[in-house]
């Protein structure tokens, strides 16, 4: 269990599930049709009979407490941070709200399982542009089995994480056309280098996110995402500060969220656009145990030059085509599903 200095108060009525070695809680029961996250864009997903998460029409997202370790410490994660009262009121803004767990119909028919229930980022956003990216060069630590950091390091070597300190796991970004979404391969994204990341990360914020390989993106929703006094560089940099000092937790492989909603319509110049940054994916945090974060922190920071880059140049054109990761039609698909090469 992560230390904390604060008593388990989050869990009043304890109860032994008998099928697992979770402590399930019912906050309330709700009788409520659960259904699959239309604006997942990374992780394990609930689609095909495959165990992933849910969500209400209330604004929560159900995520299964995996059978393994990384269940158990996923919830230590959030019992701990939830009362943990070092953590200062401004930086918890950056998690999902935790609502304990509850036994709930798992996507994979496999009956009643216990899920953590976090509120639901998306909820109420009709249009989300989202991007998870995973933040660090390395995804595993000392303390995972061997098989574990054999996985990881592959993959770490694999994708853009050992250059650049982060990779993108999945996006989606909605265009100004009525259901147009751009939704690539997540294999895909995953590898690119760093002239494509740049790119993928100037079409988050163009009115036009297709891969067409003849236009540069706009970048015309640039400064009221990613800039400004609310903007995401704003919030990365509030989050990067908190990270130069707390030594209380270690984020392996944890995420940055980006999200913001498509208008139709730019906002006013200085205007917020209401965009988010939220961290999420606990399954991995240990203790910090006094040491700093580093590896969070760098690739943090490797992501912050990223975004700043941006704001400074947006007219700079991308020296190399994006054909890699381009769709088979070239372009943003009608329905969102993300297409291999
Ligand atoms: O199943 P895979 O190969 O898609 O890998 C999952 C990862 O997908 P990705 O490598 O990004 O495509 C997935 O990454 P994302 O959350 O999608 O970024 C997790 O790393 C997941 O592991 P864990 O639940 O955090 O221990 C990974 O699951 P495990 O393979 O560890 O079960
Ligand atoms: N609290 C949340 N609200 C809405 N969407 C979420 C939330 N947490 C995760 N997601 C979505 O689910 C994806 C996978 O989440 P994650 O916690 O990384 O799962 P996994 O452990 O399966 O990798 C994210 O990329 C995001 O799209």
Request: charged share 25%; with cysteine; proline share 5%.
């Amino acid at each position: 269990m992560l230390e904390s200095d604060a008593k388990f108060t989050i869990f009043p009525r304890q109860i032994k599930d008998q099928e697992s070695r979770f402590p399930t809680c019912f906050l309330s029961f709700r009788h409520t049709m659960l259904k699959v996250p239309e604006h997942q864009v990374a992780g394990h997903q609930a689609l095909g009979g495959h165990l992933g998460p849910l969500i209400d029409d209330s604004g929560r997202f159900y995520k299964p407490l995996q059978g393994d370790e990384r269940g158990s410490k996923e919830m230590s994660f959030y019992t701990s941070f939830s009362s943990n009262t070092r953590v200062p009121e401004h930086i918890r803004r950056f998690f999902p709200v935790f609502h304990g767990t509850q036994l709930v119909e798992a996507s994979d028919g496999s009956g009643r399982k216990p899920h953590l229930v976090l509120e639901d980022v998306t909820s109420g956003q009709f249009k989300p542009c989202v991007m998870d990216i995973k933040i660090g060069s390395r995804t595993w630590y000392s303390e995972s089995s061997e098989d574990y950091i054999q996985r990881c390091l592959k993959k770490d070597m694999e994708t853009s994480s050992l250059s650049l300190g982060f990779r993108i796991s999945g996006l989606q970004v909605y265009g100004n056309k009525e259901s147009e979404v751009w939704k690539p391969e997540r294999k895909v994204v995953q590898k690119l280098d760093a002239d494509e990341v740049r790119l993928v990360l100037k079409r988050f914020v163009s009115s036009d996110p297709s891969p067409d390989l003849e236009s540069n993106p706009d970048c015309c929703y640039a400064s009221s995402v990613y800039g400004g006094s609310t903007g995401i560089l704003a919030q990365l940099l509030e989050l990067k500060a908190w990270f130069e000092d707390q030594t209380t937790y270690h984020f392996n492989s944890c995420s940055v969220l980006m999200l913001y909603e498509k208008k139709p319509l730019l906002p006013k110049k200085g205007g917020s656009s209401a965009a988010e940054v939220k961290l999420i994916d606990f399954a991995h945090v240990t203790e910090g145990k006094g040491v700093i974060d580093h590896n969070f922190l760098g690739g943090l920071c490797s992501f912050i030059k990223f975004i700043s880059e941006i704001l400074t140049n947006p007219d700079e054109q991308s020296p190399r085509a994006c054909s890699q990761y381009s769709d088979k039609n070239g372009g943003a698909t009608e329905n969102g599903a993300a297409e291999s090469k």
